[in-house]
DNA sequence: ATTTGATATTGACCGTGGTCATTTTCTGAC
DNA sequence: GTCAGAAAATGACCACGGTCAATATCAAAT
């Protein structure tokens, strides 16, 4: 006979609140906004990559069991803040007219660049989660990376670009060079060339449109 | 006055040794052998996910210091085996004939995608290492990444593809669309199409002569 | 054979993420 | 009010990766 563990995460539970309202009770959205003030307290202090559980609850003022009642674990409370702030970018960009060249899409996604390089440990963190992700239940990463997709589809319909292949399937390929540039960029050997640079040669090639 | 901690990592003066040979004691190299062995043996039993240093100590018969006496962390001995395996794929692909359609080219790689996808842990060691690697010496996996960069650019001069790219660049594309397909792979949303399928897909688009 | 300085090995120890049986707090029924 | 059961919070505890001062071993010089 065995038994089998099966994790309630709070955050999904309250993320995906359905309309048989069950009791949450205000006690625990108290605890979790400490929770994520403590832990954008200590990331604005030691970065994201310094982060320690044991900072966060004593900065909260709870127990260590209770941060790990409301986060899975450490990675989730990442991929709920780290998501978080990509979804805000990607909200940004669905109100920017769509890009006619391949320059000005790049520089629309300058920023995301920015941040996702910040710190390798954030590209890490990003890596694990971002369709890559364990997805037991799917993450703020991974769907931020949903977003995107659907943006850039949207861009890519209407931009002069290449129409013998699918709008999603280009999108989908603008993402794998976006990843592929800031792995470069953490790359001892290629280091040299900015990003940016090197996002617009793969995506000239790629969205060319065929004569 | 602050003290620098500088990490010697022996495998990596081993690798450069340099032709001032300094003693390297056999006792070493015995050591390390040991260690891989036991290594390669708990992974055979618990898989990549279920390696731990203290179970390769008890199974080598040395101490806990041993191990990263000979080994910075324990990613740097997964990148070892793993890259040693990457590598060992590679030197095939190297003896076969320059394929000469996508369906071939993918073919080719199937090995590859198997063992990459093995395991999810195997596939963010490999992503961690990859290029992305932190890289303060360049390990094997990224050593074989270069590997492959060379064959996949060898081919592609001389294969039916576009022209209006340089080879390495095409070949770069290849590797960022087989960690995306490998990252789609692992993603509970996408599971469905098959990694050879989409990366086909990909390829098509991507290798597509210009008319 | 002995000394000496470099190299390799040891294992007690630490930091940190994560667990879980127990206790506290809440809520709704009476 | 109070009682019962559920939800939330607690903190001692564990597992595991990694450190480092101390020790043992080696090899070259004398």
């Given at each position: 006979m065995t038994t089998v563990n099966i994790k309630f995460d709070r955050s999904q539970k309250l993320g995906y609140r359905c309309f048989m309202t069950k009791p949450v009770?205000?006690?625990?959205?108290?605890?979790?906004?400490?929770?994520?003030?403590?832990?954008?307290?200590?990331?604005?202090?030691?970065?994201?990559?310094?982060?320690?559980?044991?900072?966060?609850?004593?900065r909260a003022g709870v127990a260590k069991g209770t941060f790990f009642a409301h986060f899975a674990d450490k990675d989730a409370l990442?991929?709920?803040?780290?998501g978080g702030q990509m979804g805000d970018m990607f909200r940004d960009m669905q109100n920017r007219e769509v890009p006619k060249s391949v320059e000005a899409l790049v520089s629309e996604l300058v920023p995301l660049l920015?941040?996702?390089?910040?710190?390798?440990?954030?590209?890490?963190?990003?890596?694990?989660?971002?369709g890559a992700a364990a997805c037991?239940?799917?993450?703020?990463?991974?769907m931020s990376f949903g977003q995107q997709l659907e943006?850039?589809?949207?861009?890519?319909?209407?931009?002069?670009?290449?129409?013998?292949?699918?709008?999603?399937?280009?999108?989908?390929?603008?993402?794998?060079?976006?990843?592929?540039?800031?792995?470069?960029h953490f790359c001892a050997l290629h280091s040299g060339k900015p990003m940016e640079e090197r996002l617009v040669e793969y995506l000239l090639v790629w969205l060319k449109p065929v004569t």
């Amino acid at each position: 006979m065995t038994t089998v563990n099966i994790k309630f995460d709070r955050s999904q539970k309250l993320g995906y609140r359905c309309f048989m309202t069950k009791p949450v009770q205000q006690r625990t959205l108290k605890t979790r906004a400490k929770l994520l003030a403590a832990a954008r307290d200590v990331i604005a202090e030691h970065g994201f990559g310094g982060l320690r559980a044991d900072q966060v609850v004593k900065r909260a003022g709870v127990a260590k069991g209770t941060f790990f009642a409301h986060f899975a674990d450490k990675d989730a409370l990442l991929d709920e803040i780290i998501g978080g702030q990509m979804g805000d970018m990607f909200r940004d960009m669905q109100n920017r007219e769509v890009p006619k060249s391949v320059e000005a899409l790049v520089s629309e996604l300058v920023p995301l660049l920015r941040f996702m390089s910040c710190e390798r440990y954030v590209f890490d963190v990003i890596l694990r989660k971002s369709g890559a992700a364990a997805c037991d239940a799917i993450g703020p990463i991974a769907m931020s990376f949903g977003q995107q997709l659907e943006i850039l589809s949207h861009w890519i319909e209407r931009g002069p670009w290449r129409t013998d292949a699918d709008a999603e399937l280009l999108a989908e390929g603008i993402q794998a060079f976006l990843l592929q540039v800031l792995a470069l960029h953490f790359c001892a050997l290629h280091s040299g060339k900015p990003m940016e640079e090197r996002l617009v040669e793969y995506l000239l090639v790629w969205l060319k449109p065929v004569t």
